[in-house]
Nanobody, 120 residues
C-alpha cells in the first residue's frame, strides 16, 4: 500500500514556526481529504487538522488560530503551517487519509512521521 510521507519537522523555540509537508505518489493527495495527526510522548495519537479535497479545513481546538492546513494538488502536497508553537506541541506528526465518518480514524497505514520539538 502506498504510504504518505511526512517531512519538515525539527527543533524550534516556543513562539516559533514550522511548516510540515505531506506527500504521496499517485493521486492519493489530489483525490482525498488529508488529515494531520500527532502523537505526544506517552499519549495516543490525536487528530490535529483536516482538509477536504476542495480546500475546506477543520482543526482540533488545541491548534485553532495557530495552525493552518492547506494543499497544493498540482504538486501533490498538503502542508501544515504551525505558528506560535508551544512546548506542548512537541510530538511526532503524521498525515493520513481520514475516514469520512470519523476523522480520527485513518484509512491507510502510518508512515514514519516527522518529529517536532518545541523548546521552552
Amino acid at each position: 500500500q502506498v504510504q504518505l510521507v511526512e517531512s519538515g519537522g525539527g527543533l524550534v523555540q516556543a513562539g516559533g514556526s514550522l511548516r510540515l509537508s505531506c506527500t504521496a505518489s499517485g493521486s492519493i493527495i489530489s483525490n482525498n481529504a488529508i488529515a494531520w495527526y500527532r502523537q505526544l510522548p506517552g499519549k495516543q495519537r490525536e487528530f490535529v487538522a483536516r482538509i477536504s479535497r476542495y480546500g475546506s479545513a477543520n482543526y482540533a481546538d488545541s491548534v485553532i488560530d495557530r495552525f493552518t492546513i492547506f494543499r497544493d494538488n498540482a504538486r501533490m502536497v498538503v502542508f501544515l503551517q504551525m505558528s506560535s508553537l508551544k512546548p506542548e506541541d512537541t510530538a511526532v506528526y503524521y498525515c493520513n487519509v481520514p475516514s469520512p465518518s470519523n476523522w480520527g480514524r485513518p484509512l491507510r497505514s502510518w508512515g514514519q512521521g516527522t518529529q517536532v520539538t518545541v523548546s521552552s
